[in-house]
């Protein structure tokens, strides 16, 4: 039995998760091509062999690269000039790979190896001290990228995603538990006047409705897996 169709095409494309393609991933353009609703030209990564190879999967003729989203060019890799870097972790959140170490206020560094050239991280950073260094002179699209490259780009796009989630599972967990915990002190507390009990169950309302208002993130994440 054949994979469906998405799954086909986003095998062909090299999984820089760039979005010149107008999409937020080369998955949901992947989808977009199947649906019908974006063209198989608009990968600039993938370059005019990325067209072609889209082309004969859909069982189409080649046509041009849409310009429009980017030229095919020479590969390159990001480069962080450590001397003016100023650790505001701008360009660790825009880089769909994690191809980028470092911590707040310290200074960042690139992982060549890892980076994917998708230049995400150039325009978020506030002190412009990222730079684009080409690392295959002579070799665009595919010439200058692998389908080993393009896997474990892949594969580092979704650990990150995971990451991601996780995290925000996490904090809310911990908001929903330092809410909870507040509601509990609230209620232990001695009241004296009409005032101050007023004062105490408007707040227990706020908080109790922030707890369900996690309660059920929470179970709509939970459906979402």
Not at 51 to 72: D, F, Y
Not at 81 to 86: N, P, Q, W, Y
Not at 216 to 222: F, P, T
Request: net charge neutral; proline share 6%.
């Amino acid at each position: 039995m054949s994979a469906p169709l998405a799954d086909q095409l986003e095998n062909l494309l090299p999984q820089t998760q760039c979005t010149k393609c107008g999409y937020p991933a080369c998955r949901p353009y992947a989808e977009a091509i199947a649906e019908g609703k974006a063209s198989y030209n608009q990968c600039p990564p993938g370059g005019q062999e990325g067209v072609n190879r889209l082309a004969q999967l859909l069982g189409k003729p080649s046509i041009p690269l849409n310009i429009s989203h980017g030229h095919e060019r020479v590969r390159s890799v990001a480069l962080i000039d450590e001397a003016f870097c100023i650790g505001c972790t701008l360009c660790i959140q825009a880089c769909p790979v994690d191809a980028i170490l470092g911590a707040a206020k310290q200074m960042h560094t690139v992982l060549p190896s890892l980076c994917t050239g998708c230049d995400l991280c150039v325009a978020p950073c506030p002190v412009d001290c990222i730079s684009m260094v080409e690392v295959t002179p002579g070799k665009t699209g595919w010439d200058a990228w692998t389908q080993s490259q393009a896997d474990q780009a892949r594969q580092r796009f979704h650990a990150r995603e995971l990451r991601l989630k996780r995290e925000k599972q996490e904090n809310d967990d911990r908001l929903a538990a330092k809410a909870v915990a507040k509601l509990q002190a609230l209620e232990s507390e001695a009241t004296l006047t009409p005032e101050e009990i007023a004062a105490r169950d408007r707040k227990k309302a706020v908080i109790a409705a922030a707890i369900e208002r996690a309660r059920l993130k929470k179970m709509d994440a939970d459906t979402d897996k």
